[in-house]
Structures are given as C-alpha cells and as structure tokens.
C-alpha cells in the first residue's frame, strides 16, 4: 500500500485574547519518505506569559528535527534526543526567571512503516479510534485531587530532565487519530465525542473545525485545538517494525505434518539447518502452497537469530517491488482475509509462496543435468536480479545451486536474503563469516593474498559473481567445481587454474569456456566487475567471444614459486656437497 493521510487541524483562542495552543503535522518527502510522517500538538501554560512561545517552540522543533536524525536511530530514540535537549533549553531558561515563564504540554504522533509511536507529556490527549472503537491512548499528568484538576505534575521545561511516556502500536488502514487540547476533551463528553469521530464520509479537516466548535458550544473557557489524523494506507515495514514483532511474537514449535499455525496446516518438513526450519504448508480454503521459515525453538531466546530473521523479511519485503521481484520468492503477510490485512501471525515465522520445480542443487544431485543452452539461460537470470540486488545495496553472500530455485514456469528465483548484506544488516550478521566455502572468492579468507588482493574482506558484489560463476562451470561441467570441493581455510585449492568446462563436458563451446573460466578466475581483478558485464558477454555469446587469457607468470600463478626454487637449489646444492664428502676420492 502507498502511505496516504487525510489530515486536519482547527486551533482557536476560544474566549481568550491569546491563543498558547499550537499544532503541526510534517510529512517526510523524498529521501524522508521512509520516515513517515509526525504530528504533534501542544498547551502552552499561560502562567508565566511565555506559554505560546513555549509551546511553538517545541512543536517546531520536534517536526523539523526529526527528520535530520540518523535513519538507524529507532523513532523513540530519536524523539527522546530531540525532546531532551528541548526540555534542556526551556528548564535553563525558565531557572533564570521565577515563576517559570515558559511551559508547555506535548503530545506527539509518528505514522512510520506499519506501526506507530506516541510520546506524551502533560494533559493533551491522543485517541485512536479503530473499527468504531475509540481508545484513549495517554494519560494526563495532573494532579489527583479534584481541586487540583488542572494543576501538571509534568510539563515541557519544567524540570532540568523530562519523563516522557512513549508507546508503540501496529499501524492499520482505516485508523482514526485525534490529538486534542485540553479545551476540547475537557469539555466534550465521551460519548459526544465518539459520536463526532464515527461519522461516516467526513473529510480530516471539517471533523477538526467541528470538534473544537463543538467545545466551543459546550461552553470551554480555554483554547481549542484538534488535529485529525486518518490513514488511508501504510507504507512498506520497516526495519524497526520486523525487529519489533521478532521480539515481540513467540517462535513455533516443532511441527509434524498435520499441525495447524493460524489457518494453515503443514503437509512436509522441507529443511532443517539447525538454527531454521522450512515446511510446507497449505491454506485449506484455497489449497494454495507456502514454504514456511521459522527458528527453531531452542534458538528461541537467541536475539540475535531474532534480529537477523527479521532483517531477511525486510530485505525480502523491500525486494518485491521493481524489474526482478519476480525472481525472489515474495513474502506474505498471514492470515489474510478478503484482499485485506488479518490481525497478524501468532508467532514469529516467515511465509514465502511456494513454486514447483526445483533448485539447481537437487537437480544436480539427481543428475538431472541442464544442457548448455539452459544453463546460460538460468545465469543470465540469476545474473539479471544479482544486478537489480546490487544497485539496491543488497549482497546476497551465499549464492549456490541450493539457493537457485527453477521453477516449472521456467522461472530462476534466487532463494534465502537470511545472510544478505544492506548497510542495515545486525551487527552479528554483519561478523558473520557467511556463505559456502566452495563458492566464495579466495580473498574473503583471511590469510590469502594475491597480487593486491585484500585479504579477509568483507562480501561485495564481486562475491556474488564469483559465486554465480562457480554455479555456472558446474552446470556446464555436471556437477564439477572448478577448484574441487573447499574445506574451510584451505587456501592451497586455488594455487592452480580450474581446467576449461570443456574438458569435462566436450559440448561446452570455447566461447563459454572463456566466460566461465573468467567468472572464476583467482585473481580479483581477472574477473567480471558487475553482474551486467556477465550478462553482456553470455548475451554476445560467440558473435563477440572473450579473448583467451594469455599464461600468466609463474610469480603471479603462485606467490611462494621464488621461495620453492630457491628451497629447490639448496637442497640440490646440499645433496652434491654430502656426495663429494663421502664418494669422491681425496
């Protein structure tokens, strides 16, 4: 869904000569698209005669900055930075004069993602009013005693450090939010109010101006301010909103075929690598398929396999819109009803559609072997969506046969965003040595280093290519891998050239061969640089062959060859000079 908002704000002096109320609402454009949007309402105290000031001062402050901070910063954080050295400004100010001439209540909302996030402080209010259910959402710092209704126990500026409540909740289309001053909830009843908030058809902004004239007819001696807040849609999730419901939600347990999880039911377990389970499961209604990921229970306290589970459904949501989301399994949201939003999972998983066919690996296993026109084929597509990832950010890191899923639609889906890097990555993901030993380049292991190569670096997009060109050789040579099959650290596998494809399948032609031999190749700067140069050349094909490498030096093809020559002439000369010793006459 896109991010929509039909909003409104009405704000009068009512029967004061000086209107302290004051509201705004900012929508992120652009590159703060991502951010959402952020309203906010506050009361300034009429006390000290710097309550309009107070009160504009923070709601500005709050809508301007919150834009500029980091984009990893979770919404409370940054709120609470911001509100903090407000609270800060306005305390130092108010400590010079006595009584403090400049307070202010505060309630503010974001709209980000799918969820949104309240902070509060005084007696302004926030509701929510959701499937003709109005709910109260904050609670007013006042003092208790009736006589003392008015009287704030907490305010803007009026301590050196403010308490903020701050709270969360799942954003759904549909949703109503009122932020109002305490002249109008103070003087509208409940129920008036909620009779006002389920009209049916009335745009943001008459519903605002009807409120606070409503007040005003209930006969509200203070200023009146409503800002109305309804959402029409929601932007994709966030990072912050897939982390929060991996924490938040429980992890499956064990499943046997049979077993329901909200509406669907298991027909096979399909893997189980020790820290994830996939099953396949089944929605009756429709007898439509899902692969089901989920951890398994006893990593169920690891945050860390929370964290990194929920940055794959991030990653994997982010990529179902554009030129290859068709080529990555699309993540669902369950349980869905008639093409809208359910209540949500009740328990953390993820739920990707599933495709007939079969990955390269099982067809590789099975000897079910591609001839070489398919096998350039299914390159040229894993190549196609390694490029839309790369220019999105996004590494892979494991691509392998395993995680190349080919479709009985003739379709190459690439599989498993669990260990991708996006700059947005866990810090544990981040550290982890990640990927299949036989299909990473030789300079991610520490220890290798080749004519300039760095060693022990982090995965880039040449590391998905190398990997895409190992799969590549083996599917022209039937199940071959081009350095033999790499045990970790075991560096001396890539201290020769792999032979061409052809010597191991004669029907792989020279052209081929050198695009293969070149996807591979040892050296970092011998092979292709970008996932379009790849798919250029098998595009060409023969019309525009590569040109044959030419030998390399023996210094290039291997570092140590100066030392084993000259352990060579010293163990020659050695040998000579024990032979004179013993066996020539003296």
């Given amino acids: 869904m896109s991010f929509e908002l039909d909003v409104g704000q009405a704000s009068l002096a009512g029967r004061n000569e000086v209107n302290e109320d004051f509201a705004a609402l900012v929508v992120g454009q652009g590159r703060d698209r991502e951010r959402g949007a952020i309203a906010a309402i506050a009361d300034g105290v009429s006390t000290g005669g710097k309550g309009r000031e107070a009160a504009q001062t923070t709601v500005s402050t709050l809508v301007g900055d919150y834009f500029a901070t980091p984009e990893t910063w979770d919404t409370t954080v940054a709120l609470d930075r911001i509100l903090s050295a407000h609270n800060g400004w306005l305390a130092s100010m108010n400590r010079r004069r006595q009584?403090?001439?400049?307070?202010?209540?505060?309630?503010?909302?974001?709209?980000?993602?799918?969820?949104?996030?309240?902070?509060?402080?005084?007696?302004?209010r926030a509701y929510l009013l959701r499937g003709g259910r109005l709910q109260l959402l904050t609670a007013d710092h006042v003092m208790a005693q009736r006589d003392f209704a008015h009287q704030l126990t907490r305010a803007m500026g009026l301590d050196d450090h403010v308490v903020v409540d701050y709270s969360q909740g799942e954003l759904h289309s549909g949703d109503l939010f009122v932020l109002l001053s305490d002249g109008v909830h103070g003087s509208l009843p409940e129920r008036e109010l909620r009779q006002l908030l389920r009209q049916e058809g009335v745009v943001a902004q008459a519903l605002s101006d009807e409120l606070v004239q409503a007040a005003l007819r209930r006969g509200s001696s203070d200023n009146v301010t409503a800002l109305v807040v309804r959402?029409?849609?929601?932007?994709?999730?966030?990072?912050?909103?897939?982390?929060?419901?991996?924490?938040?939600?429980?992890?499956?347990?064990?499943?046997?075929?049979?077993?329901?999880?909200?509406?669907?039911?298991?027909?096979?377990?399909?893997?189980?690598?020790?820290?994830?389970?996939?099953?396949?499961?089944?929605?009756?209604?429709?007898?439509?398929?899902?692969?089901?990921?989920?951890?398994?229970?006893?990593?169920?306290?690891?945050?860390?396999?929370?964290?990194?589970?929920?940055?794959?459904a991030w990653v994997a949501r982010r990529m179902q819109s554009g030129q290859?989301?068709?080529?990555?399994a699309r993540l669902n949201t369950w349980p869905v009803g008639e093409g809208q939003e359910g209540e949500g999972a009740s328990a953390f998983y993820l739920l990707?559609?599933?495709?007939?066919?079969?990955?390269?690996?099982?067809?590789?296993?099975?000897?079910?072997?591609?001839?070489?026109?398919?096998?350039?084929?299914?390159?040229?597509?894993?190549?196609?969506?390694?490029?839309?990832?790369?220019?999105?950010?996004?590494?892979?890191?494991?691509?392998?046969?395993?995680?190349?899923?080919?479709?009985d639609d003739g379709v190459l889906r690439v599989l498993d965003l669990g260990v991708a890097l996006s700059g947005r990555e866990p810090e544990a993901t981040r550290q982890l040595h990640a990927g299949t030993p036989s299909y990473m380049n030789p300079e991610q292991w520490p220890g290798y280093e080749k004519s300039g190569d760095t060693e022990g670096q982090l995965p880039d997009a040449r590391s998905d290519l190398f990997a895409l060109g190992v799969t590549l050789y083996q599917l022209l040579s039937q199940g071959r891998l081009p350095y033999g099959e790499v045990v970790q650290y075991q560096l001396g596998r890539y201290h020769r050239d792999p032979l061409p494809p052809s010597r191991h399948h004669p029907g792989v032609p020279i052209w081929l061969d050198q695009i293969a031999l070149k996807a591979v190749a040892r050296q970092r700067t011998q092979r292709f640089e970008t996932a379009e140069e790849l798919l250029l050349a098998l595009e060409r094909g023969a019309s525009r062959p590569l040109s044959a490498p030419g030998p390399q030096p023996l210094m290039q093809r291997?570092?140590?060859?100066?030392?084993?020559?000259?352990?060579?002439?010293?163990?020659?000369?050695?040998?000579?000079?024990?032979?004179w010793l013993l066996f020539l006459p003296r």
């Fill in 99 to 124: 009584p403090a001439v400049g307070l202010t209540t505060l309630t503010a909302l974001v709209l980000r993602g799918q969820s949104y996030t309240l902070a509060h402080v005084g007696d302004t």
């Fill in 231 to 312: 959402v029409q849609g929601a932007l994709e999730a966030t990072l912050q909103d897939e982390s929060r419901r991996a924490q938040d939600l429980p992890v499956l347990p064990l499943l046997k075929v049979g077993d329901p999880v909200d509406g669907l039911v298991v027909t096979a377990l399909v893997a189980d690598s020790g820290i994830h389970r996939i099953y396949q499961v089944r929605d009756p209604a429709t007898q439509r398929l899902y692969a089901l990921k989920t951890l398994l229970p006893t990593r169920a306290h690891d945050a860390e396999e929370r964290a990194t589970l929920a940055h794959e």
């Fill in 324 to 328: 290859a989301a068709t080529h990555l």
């Fill in 352 to 407: 990707y559609d599933w495709h007939a066919g079969a990955t390269l690996g099982q067809r590789l296993r099975s000897r079910q072997h591609l001839g070489v026109t398919q096998a350039v084929a299914v390159v040229m597509q894993a190549a196609q969506v390694l490029g839309w990832l790369h220019r999105q950010g996004v590494v892979h890191r494991d691509i392998k046969p395993d995680n190349l899923h080919l479709g």
């Fill in 558 to 579: 291997d570092a140590t060859a100066l030392w084993k020559i000259a352990l060579a002439v010293s163990v020659l000369v050695n040998l000579l000079l024990v032979y």
